[in-house]
Nanobody, 123 residues
Framework: QVQLVESGGGLVQAGGSLRLSCAAS????????MGWFRQAPGKEREFVAA????????YYADSVKGRFTISRDNAKNTVYLQMNSLKPEDTAVYYC????????????????WGQGTQVTVSS
């Protein structure tokens, strides 16, 4: 069992930056690939970024490539999402998720989800 708690969301102007954190409970955090997803009002949840258990492999949605960076610290049981050059279309609730399957962009392959943190980017 893994419990995930996101933090770091907030209101930021376009062009600004935020860093999201996702703290995981449990002693097996390093066994999980981790991902970030987001859901805007009226839209389906979409993949943002994912990282393998070792941190050696990362994947990004085309819409955030070059602006967002996913990383993890297994000693702290935490995964991060550094978001730079934010745009109004990045406004959404951001969720972190853990997958035993391996690093994946598919939301149904994630086993545990956090409660989400709101990110709002003003123009």
């Amino acid at each position: 069992q893994v419990q995930l708690v996101e933090s770091g969301g907030g209101l930021v102007q376009a062009g600004g930056s935020l860093r999201l954190s996702c703290a995981a409970s449990g002693r097996t955090f390093s066994s999980y690939a981790m991902g970030w997803f987001r859901q805007a009002p009226g839209k389906e949840r979409e993949f943002v970024a994912a990282i393998s258990w070792s941190g050696g492999n990362t994947y990004y949605a085309d819409s955030v490539k070059g602006r967002f960076t996913i990383s993890r610290d297994n000693a702290k049981n935490t995964v991060y999402l550094q978001m730079n050059s934010l745009k109004p279309e990045d406004t959404a609730v951001y969720y972190c998720a853990a997958s035993l399957t391996g690093v994946t962009t598919l939301n149904y392959e994630y086993d545990y989800w956090g409660q989400g943190t709101q990110v709002t980017v003003s123009s």
